[in-house]
């Protein structure tokens, strides 16, 4: 168990806006901000000067290779590694990264899910870097979130629809603001905090049964001999192996600069929650992706198995996500809060 305080640790393995400010020139930090911000056009130029500093803070990091991180129709995440090393003259290696491998690569979609688009084996893939959301290191690979688009633009993942709906909306919001008189606004983000929650088994009781082990629940058996219907469980004290675990993976959550916040046993036997604190949509989407890699990665550590599957009992709660999703502008109003006079409400949303 590390002994470092939280803030100390917090982020340490991600490029956030904290390494930005340090590792860029001013006006490269102000021209990728407004791309995040605003969604203005990026200069080639400043990525390219992006991409030395990333480079330079994943080689400090212990860094060895980097990869377009995305989210292909499969239901999981997808990457494929690259080192940064390029052969030198004198027989020896550099270690290069470019602002070309920064903002486009090419993986093979021939595999991957088209969404009906296109015959599968016809489907050329094309990955873009998503700026909005920051890139990490995850197992010594510089990790940089992408959108997934096939050569015409149609999207073969779920991230791209998603990055187009927060901009229709943002649109359509400023529409209507104005409408009411509100001309301050320049954009407005959506935010979302999923709560995840998940059954922790133990590995000897999961290698048991082959249905939870080939399909994520139960297909054949006895009821539970113990449902919901009880109270001890929901809120109760946790166990001293559960809280390990959960311990342990704050940490791995906390150094990836991803907010987990609330941790407590849930309403079913064996079912527990972790919440996270809000953050931009497009972010709090990738980082859950993450929690649920590292949950699972943590529980093998501690000799358990952590089940994610909707319904993975019969007869008692599942595991889910509870979206809490708001909208808010630059200039600090939250849309969705009906305020202490709702009946007055007419265009400040508070």
Known sequence: METRSVPEMFGENVFDDRVMRAVLSDDVYQSLRKTIDEGAKLDTKVAEQVATAMRDWALAKGATHFTHWFQPLTGVTAEKHDSFIEPSPDGGVIMAFSGKNLIQGEPDASSFPTGGIRATFEAR???????????????????????????????????????????????QALRILKLFGNEDAKYVHTSVGPEQEYFLITKEMYDKRPDIKYTGRTLFGAKAPKGQEMDDHYFGVIKPKVQEFMNDLNQELWKLGILAKTEHNEVAPAQHELAPIYSSTNIATDQNQLMMEIMQKVAARHGLVCLLHEKPFAGVNGSGKHNNWSMSTDTGINLLSPGATPYENSNQGS
């Not at 979130?145 to 991230?159: I, R």
């Open 125 to 171: 893939g094309y990955t873009a870097w998503d700026p909005t959301s920051y890139a990490f290191i995850k197992d010594k690979t510089l990790c940089i979130p992408t959108a997934f688009c096939s050569y015409t633009g149609e999207a073969l993942d779920k991230k791209t629809p998603l990055l187009r709906s927060m901009e229709a909306l943002n649109k």
